[in-house]
């Protein structure tokens, strides 16, 4: 339908056609409902293992790790960790996603100006060939809208912002990681530097004990030639464990700084010693807490994706219905470009059913269906596993703490032991054996002991880890400083920016 009309006739159309958009659009894309009751895994209220105390602390989970360097060491990571910044740049392309999907359930409109020139040769009555040029100008609007009948273009921009939701989620755990992982690098290096410290001291008392068996053989003890042997051969053999020492040391350091985003120089310095604990587990730990466990959302948020997508395949069966308009002017002079007369508009409405596509559109459902169920089995999986992390590292709190009081009493018998053993071995109511045994019990005790403290420290990361957050119920405000907290689940947030 093609007509000439007045541009004020164009433009009042127009506008009363742009007036229909709210009516049309069906309402705004907003996040997919939760679809946490989809789990197919009875799960309790609360955690079954528990601390040893009664006391319910509301802590931010940095608070447990009384290390002053604690708070700048995951400032640093999370500042400049790369794969943090990777993640970071994920969420920006799933905000572009979703506004290119929001995109198409707006009209199109596009503006097109053209200029031709046409020549043409007619032959006149007396032979001659006449040459004429015609000029033509145009300016004009274009719009094309697909209707969204059934929903189908607000399902797949549902469907962007909940893939948004899940890579919004995706950061925080990475965030979380990150932290934990850094601190769990620094209480590694920390710990290999007590045990180099450790393996120094021994040394240095290995080679005064060998000071002294030498002196004796010297000045005429021949039975003492076997002790001088064996006392060289421990010495030698914690030298040897210095080295080795040292060697994890280097390379403990090394991986902690490009966490840090530094280069791998083997500079940072480290504290000298291993922290406690500030504060204990407290007794029936709400399952809710898993709720806003970063890696659990994002699984969440992709399965309302997979299910917003399931509704797109299907509705890709029926009619699809769109409208198109178009108008403008024409002229062969400039000066008449704007000229209300010459106003030429078309406006067109389409149906579309697909009748036959070689099964692709039925392989379309199957597809989605398939994707659906495999979101379905990896976030029930996923809650599954996080309860599994959660009992054990839970569970673990008090292994390590009897293990720890065991080792302690367990080092001070050594030690003891040790001196009591060199004191009768000098007076010869012992063998140098017994005095070597006594010396490596007294230093593999003292080096489980502070593996065992390190462990503590790394089980209690993992259960916040675990946690998603600290032992309070409700979720935490994001400390965007250092990363100790979360936000609230990105599926609880407003999106009204987001949607169209």
Known sequence: ????????????????????????????????????????????????????????????????????????????????????????????????????????????????????????????????ISHDTLDTLSLGLNLAWEIDLWGKLKNRTQAAIADYEAETNVLHAARLSLAATTLKAWFNAVELELQLALARETLDIFEKNLTVVEGSYKRGLPNRALDVRLTRANVEAARSTVEARRRQRDAAGRSLEVLLGRYPGDAIVLVTNLPPLLHEVPPGLPAD?????????????????????????????????SLSASGGTASSELRDLLDSDRVFWNVAGNLAQPLFQGGRLRAGVDLANANSRQAVATFSQTVLNAFREVETFLAAEDFLRREEAALENAAVESIGGEQLAWQQYQRGLVDI????????????????????????????????????????????????????????????????????
């Open 289 to 321: 807490l898993l709720h806003r466990r970063p890696d659990i959302l994002a699984a969440e948020r992709r399965l309302a994706a997979s299910l917003e997508r399931v509704k797109v395949a299907r509705k890709d069966l029926l009619p699809t219905v």
């Open 1 to 128: 339908m093609n007509a000439l009309v007045p541009a004020r006739f164009f433009a009042g159309t127009a506008g009363r056609f742009l007036l229909l958009l709210p009516l049309l659009a069906a309402g705004c894309a907003t996040s997919p409902d939760s679809q946490m009751a989809r789990v197919p895994v009875e799960t309790p209220d609360r955690f079954e293992a528990t601390g040893r105390t009664d006391s319910f602390p509301a802590t931010a989970w940095l608070t447990d790790f009384t290390d002053p360097q604690v708070r700048d060491v995951v400032r640093e990571a999370l500042a400049r960790n790369f794969d943090l910044q990777a993640a970071a740049a994920r969420v920006e392309a799933a905000v572009a996603n979703q506004r290119i999907a929001a995109a198409s359930r707006l009209p199109q409109l596009g503006a097109t100006a053209g200029a031709s020139r046409r020549g043409t040769a007619t032959e006149l009555a007396n032979g001659d």
């Open 433 to 500: 054996i017994t005095v070597l045994e006594s010396q490596r019990r007294a230093f593999n005790a003292r080096s489980s002991l502070l593996n065992v403290i390190n462990d503590r420290l790394q089980n209690r990361i993992n259960l916040h880890l675990a946690l998603g957050g600290d032992f309070t119920a409700p979720p935490p405000v994001e400390d965007t400083e250092t990363g100790s907290t979360l936000p609230a689940p990105a599926a609880s947030r407003p999106l009204a920016a987001l949607a169209p």
